[in-house]
């Protein structure tokens, strides 16, 4: 019979209980032993809520970050955060820096921005930098290596974590992250030295640690440690696939078996150095890379385990067992008791459990599975294997079925005039009319702005008035009318004070928006929303992905009438603000039933309409923020292109239907831009507003070495910090910015929206970079 396991729980709590106890003793309001008492409870929760599976995961539990465990675990803890041992508010320090901002209190959950960058500054206190976990929404502390970086075994979570476990009976299987990925994931402090060979460099210095701490953990008497090297799904230089098979040499104990895991994706050209390593078994992804099964069948050593992650963890659909079952039958055949069975990866990346829901509605719900129900399936898939004949798993199954038929026959899923548009859409309708130089001498004849432009990015304070408002409303304990009044006088108030302070593009304010997914999704059909489906994003926050369902389509005008009021009360220009598609599909749980292509594309239809009906209410200026184009890349280069393409597509639907003299912008947040330069000149947006300030305009580099054709604003001051920025360095960052993009082409604003931020930081700080554009203008 075909073992079950786990890669890893989700750790943060069905009611976020991690969140809150974090919180608050960052606050100050609970004690050291409280917050220990609450991991330990949740800890203990969790293993016994994955009950009923062979092989539970210990050491996915995690205070901040799994990565930064390991790095404490090792001592690679950066030198100003180091006050003697090791311990919990060591892993605070390195991730939050020293300081104890009040931030993490605020209610509402929004992406990150790079919060905790140690590019902010290098000050004695910085955070430890804060980095995407592969193509998750999760972000993990990167570690901080130098060159003489010595490892020691210092912090042993893990092993206290495996005792815990043992005692409470639980069937326990450590898992560690692998040392190549470790090292991989890290970087020097020193930008010179971040070189892969200085990476790799450290290998023989931190293997012997590595193999104390696996014999730290074979002492335990467990049996199986699970290592991941998701690195193994990425494009690697031959020197690191190489690596890989003297390291698994030196990790060899005798008592203890290896399950090497990858996942996010297959092993690919990875794949022989995976299958021929001295380990005991080999998980697999075969969510995403279930094509390499029949290759790896063939080439499996005859005692190794092969363990298929055949549940989707990075997904809450529940699956179509039919369809796993027909995957895993050759497997099953051939390895009998080898094959394990498995969620593609840790189950971090998906909500706790779906029955605690009561708003989804009841067709919807039984599609979906979290954590807890995903670990059923594998029960029901074990006992199928196993037992195909038994009525219990006949009737089980069936009932699978059902609910996969229900759900392929939907009406909420499919929109048939959709359809009919999407396989009728002309080819020009993502192309603008005109090229940019003669959209840009319509858009000037109309806007007449002058040289350096000043705007912002969209949202201003959200104060705790709004939140509240916001919150009554949705509660139904503010009419829609008292509730419009209140928006309303927002907005007249962002308008008067950016009129005050005399910028040339406005904004509305977006008071009314939670979140810049969750807005839109909400008055898109096709979309639904979980009460409680929080993942954690990093350290305390979690976000709340809504779930795509079915085809999109807008019912009706979304920011309209905001946008038309907010016009009314000015002879400025006030900017359309809208989320772009791509974002829309990164920041949710897309459906699995078509291809990303096609959601982004409806997405992308809705926005489109959206946009036409700004246009027809008098807007001139329509900003799509992409924030997420560059986050929605592929693991492997070669997917790159036709991600690209798909996605520059899909904003030029969203943006195209306009006339020439309508101006469309973008923005993005920090980000590398060197390899998708070509992809953002594609999006083909009048204006790209980017987060620049603490690249020093680096960043610009990018665009000036394409000579890219259209506008840009790049961000003269970092919203992410209360400092306020002074006159001088605006004025330095505009020139310096000069230096690189023609002036014609510049514009001035902020690094990204200020709903962080209160009104006397905006208000000043507004001031300052309009003043400095003035003199600029002056003295041309
Ligand atoms: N318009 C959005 C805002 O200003 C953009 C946010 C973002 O890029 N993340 O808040
Ligand atoms: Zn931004």
Known sequence: MALIHNLGFPRIGKQRELKFALERYWAGTLSQAE?????????????????????????????????????????????????????????????????????????GETQPS??????????????????????????????????????????????EEIGEALALG?????????????????????????????KLALLEKLLPVYRQLLNAIAKTGVTWVQIDEPILALDLAPEWQQAFESTYHQLQIRELNI????????????????????VAGLHIDAVRGGEELPRLLDRLSPHKVLSVGIIDGRNIWASDCDKALATLAPAAQQLGERLWLAPSC???????????????????????????????ELVLLRDALAQPESTLVKEKLAEVRNI????????????????????????AAAARQSSFTTRIVAQQKL??????????????????????????????????????????????????????????????????????????????????????????????????????????????????????????????????????????????FVRDDQPRAATALQLALAIRDEVSDLEAAGINIIQIDEPALREGLPLLKKDWPAYLDWATHAFRVSSSSVADSTQIHTHMCYAEFNDIIQAISALDADVITIETSRSNMELLNAFEHFAYPN????????????????????????????????????????????????????????????????????QL
């Open 35 to 107: 917050l220990e008492s609450c991991g330990k409870a949740l800890r203990a929760e969790h293993w016994q809520a994955q009950q009923g599976i062979d092989l539970v995961p210990v050491g996915d539990f995690a205070w901040y970050d799994q990565v930064l465990t390991l790095s404490a675990t090792f001592g690679v803890i950066p030198k100003r955060h180091r006050k003697g041992d090791i311990d919990l508010d060591t892993l605070f320090r390195t991730a939050r820096g020293r300081s104890t901002q009040s931030s993490e209190t605020q209610s």
């Open 114 to 159: 790079e919060a905790g960058s140690c590019c902010a500054n290098h000050s004695d206190s910085a955070a430890s930098e804060m980095t995407k976990w592969f193509d998750t929404n999760y972000h993990y502390l990167v570690p901080e290596f130098d060159l003489k970086q010595n490892f020691a075994l210092g912090y042993l979570q893990i092993v």
């Open 170 to 198: 639980v069937k326990a299987k450590p898992v560690l992250i692998g040392p190549l990925t470790y090292l991989w994931l890290g970087k020097f402090s020193q930008p010179e030295h971040n070189t892969a060979e200085n």
């Open 259 to 278: 399950l090497l895991a990858n996942y996010f994706g297959p092993l690919g050209a990875n794949l022989s150095t995976a299958i021929n390593l001295p």
């Open 346 to 376: 840790s189950l971090l990346h998906v909500p706790y459990d779906v029955t605690v829901e009561d708003k989804i509605a009841a067709d919807v719900k039984p599609w979906l599975a979290f954590a807890t129900q995903k670990l059923q």
């Open 404 to 427: 996969q038929s229900a759900r392929k026959d939907s009406a909420r899923v499919h929109n048939q005039a959709l359809q009919a548009r999407i396989n009728t859409l002309a080819p």
């Open 447 to 588: 806007l007449n702005l002058p040289l350096l432009p000043t705007t912002s990015i969209g949202s201003f304070p959200q104060t705790a008035e709004i939140r509240s408002a916001r919150r009554l409303y949705k509660q139904g304990r503010l009419t829609n009318n008292e509730y419009t009044q209140l928006m309303q006088s927002e907005i007249r108030k962002a308008i008067h004070i950016q009129e005050e302070i005399d910028l040339d593009v406005l904004v509305h304010g977006e008071a009314e928006r939670n979140d810049m997914v969750e807005y839109f999704g909400e008055q898109l059909d096709g979309f639904i929303f979980s009460q409680h489906g929080w993942v954690q994003s990093y350290g305390s926050r979690c976000v709340k992905p809504p779930v795509i369902v079915g085809d999109i389509s807008r019912p009706k005008a979304m920011t309209v009438s905001w946008a038309s009021y907010a016009q009314s009360l000015s002879k400025k220009p006030v900017k359309g603000m809208l989320t772009g598609p791509i974002t829309m599909l990164c920041w949710s």
């Open 711 to 778: 506008q840009i604003g790049p961000g003269v001051y970092d919203i992410h910090s209360p400092n306020q920025p002074n006159q001088k360095w605006v004025t330095d960052l505009i020139e310096k910015a000069a230096q690189k993009i023609p002036l014609n082409n510049l514009w001035v604003n902020p690094d990204c929206g200020l709903k962080t931020r209160n009104w006397n930081e905006t208000k000043a700080a507004l001031s300052t970079m309009v003043r400095a554009a003035k003199q600029l203008r002056a």
